[in-house]
């Protein structure tokens, strides 16, 4: 997980997006370089949309799952070509599951303890959410206890306007949601969010 995060700190959340217009906007994301790829499992059809997104995709960018609630879901991600889950809340056996099947895992916590046992479950990197609920003083408290080498997400109001806090609070990377897509947006609208998006990364790196 770290090498897809030093390629690109962006993990893309397509929430909402419908399998009929998925590959353009993976393509403008692509074109932009962001390297990860998450459909959430409340948009429509989005078994279909994660197959699509393996299928044209996945030889080159890391695809996956959001919103992934059960250990069966994770099962089926894995079966239609999906490489990723990520949780919203902290369930151990959802990493497990993930781990067997040779997925990375990026399940959800907010506090000290969910984090270390989602981290003794075996999970590739966290991911604080919500966000905007914490604060990146938080994260780089937390970080000063977790093992070296933890990698944090925060995902939940993350803009181009404030990644350069959580970059110095220590994330690893980051989860954007409507800044990068939201129902209705073209592939041009997300190429020119995820353009300055990429470019605040690299203005931090």
């Given at each position: 997980m770290k090498q897809w995060l030093e390629r690109s700190p962006l993990i893309a959340i397509l929430r909402g997006v419908r399998p009929d217009e998925v590959i353009p906007i993976c393509a403008a994301l692509e074109a932009e370089g962001v390297a990860?790829?998450?459909?959430?499992?409340?948009?429509?059809?989005?078994?279909?949309?994660?197959?699509?997104?393996?299928?044209?995709?996945?030889?080159?960018?890391?695809?996956?799952?959001?919103?992934?609630?059960?250990?069966?879901?994770?099962?089926?991600?894995?079966?239609?070509?999906?490489?990723?889950?990520?949780?919203?809340?902290?369930?151990p056996e959802i990493v497990q599951t993930a781990k067997r099947l040779n997925m990375f895992a990026a399940p959800?916590?907010?506090?000290?303890?969910?984090?270390?046992?989602?981290?003794?479950?075996?999970?590739?990197?966290i991911k604080l959410f919500p966000a905007e609920g914490s604060n990146p003083a938080a994260l780089r408290g937390m970080r000063a206890i977790f093992p070296p080498g933890t990698m944090v997400i925060p995902v939940g109001g993350i803009a181009p306007d404030n990644i350069r806090i959580w970059h110095e609070a220590g994330a690893a990377g980051y989860g954007i949601g409507s800044s990068i897509y939201k129902p209705g947006d073209t592939p041009e609208i997300v190429s020119r969010k995820a353009a300055a998006l990429v470019a605040a990364c690299r203005a931090v790196a």
């Open positions: 990860i790829v998450e459909v959430p499992l409340n948009s429509p059809n989005p078994m279909e949309s994660i197959r699509l997104l393996a299928q044209n995709f996945g030889d080159r960018l890391l695809i996956g799952a959001g919103t992934v609630m059960t250990p069966a879901q994770v099962e089926e991600i894995a079966g239609v070509g999906g490489r990723l889950i990520v949780t919203p809340h902290a369930d959800g916590f907010f506090t000290p303890a969910e984090a270390f046992s989602l981290l003794r479950a075996g999970a590739d990197c």
